[in-house]
């Protein structure tokens, strides 16, 4: 697992339940699971919540790209992740 799959999961989860997207939540969690460790798949969460308290990539582009993306293409990478 690299550092890069673990800031993207994590982050995306963060966003997604920030927008209140149970469904990707739920997909993108599910997802986690199949590509990490249990113990790889912990620290995404616990990564995931403390973005809630101190959200370190809030002012970095690559928060803001993701945070477009997945408001734009909610729909799209739900149905992606169902058929994965």
Do not use: G, H, P
């Not at 997604?16 to 990490?36: H, P, S």
């Not at 919540?49 to 803001?64: A, G, L």
């Amino acid at each position: 697992m690299s550092f890069s799959l673990v800031k993207i999961l994590s982050c995306a989860i963060f966003i997604a339940e920030r927008n209140n997207n149970k469904i990707l939540t739920i997909l993108l969690k599910d997802y986690a699971k199949t590509k990490v460790t249990k113990s790889q798949f912990i620290f995404i969460m616990m990564l995931a919540i403390c973005y809630r308290e101190n959200n370190i990539y809030q002012n970095d582009s690559f928060y803001k790209l993701l945070l477009v993306y997945i408001t734009l293409y909610s729909s799209s990478i739900c149905r992606t992740l169902i058929l994965i």
